[in-house]
DNA sequence: GAAGGGCTGAAAGTGATTTTCACTTTCACA
DNA sequence: TGTGAAAGTGAAAATCACTTTCAGCCCTTC
């Protein structure tokens, strides 16, 4: 389905999807980052928009946020599998890990708490192979 | 060790401690609820001394900071045994978790990125048990 | 072609956190 | 016990990410 048609999604969205699109999994923008991005292509876009964008994006599911502590701005990304995320406490970059956690032992703790989980999201913290040193 | 001498720690920052620690773990306390506390018990203290504390209190490892996706204030509560965090969607609430993420695994990550993880965030999102249904 | 809903940008508002600054306290050591 | 340096302090202002509001525009639908 690659960029499979979305004909309801208005022409701003689209842009905000595509600029997270094109920075690729394993990016992560900030959302004055987008803004700016955005700005460059459809000079006169406001700062409202970007975000009711992203928010709408997430809820279609097209992109997922991340927040990093110690980063404080929320970050996007394209969807994608689930996976894990690596922050360097030195440089501060953002690696994904592939990771998940297995599915028999969401299904434990949610059992032994009696919640449903929905999703779930892991963070490490530590340095990056460049900083490891 | 229970309340051991921390002969260095200023007093507020004591106080403060003092404060996260009566939170009990599982309990999970946002710097301005921190400062109204302590407020009470030390009339003049500041804000930024609230601040200032948490920052330090985390720098030595006696408490730890929480992001939770959804809630803008980072919440705090004491060390303990590593463990993940639960929050419903529906009413917001903070839970506890008993799980880490296998030591062995950790290293296998590690190994295969290049980094060293120093720690582990974990965060589970759905519904709790009193809302589940 | 008119009605109505969704989309838009600008600007103001909100709330958490950080910085600054001048003052006070604490501490090691002579 | 005196002394200087370093650390801690509170108030207020600044910053920063994000949200809300509002009036106008555009595009679809009838």
Redo the contacts with the bound molecule.
């Keep these: 389905m690659a960029s499979s048609v979305r004909p309801?999604?208005?022409?701003?969205?689209q842009l905000i999807y595509e600029i997270v699109q094109a920075s690729g999994i394993g990016r992560h923008l900030?959302?004055?980052e987008i803004f700016t991005k955005a700005h460059k292509r459809?000079p006169?876009?406001?700062?409202?928009?970007?975000?009711?964008?992203?928010?709408?994006l997430r809820e279609l599911g097209l992109i997922s946020e991340l927040y990093v502590p110690g980063v404080?701005?929320?970050t996007y990304e394209p969807s994608g599998p689930w996976h894990a995320h690596f922050r360097c406490s030195a440089c501060g970059a953002i690696e994904d890990v592939a990771y998940a956690i297995p599915p028999r032992t969401l299904k434990m703790l949610a059992l032994q708490h009696g919640f449903k989980i929905a999703s779930e999201r892991v963070t490490f913290e530590g340095r990056c192979a460049a900083c490891a040193f």
Tied chains: 1, 2.
């Design positions: 309801k999604l208005p022409k701003n969205y900030t959302p004055s459809q006169g876009i406001g700062f409202s928009t970007v975000y009711r964008g992203l928010e709408r404080d701005a929320a």
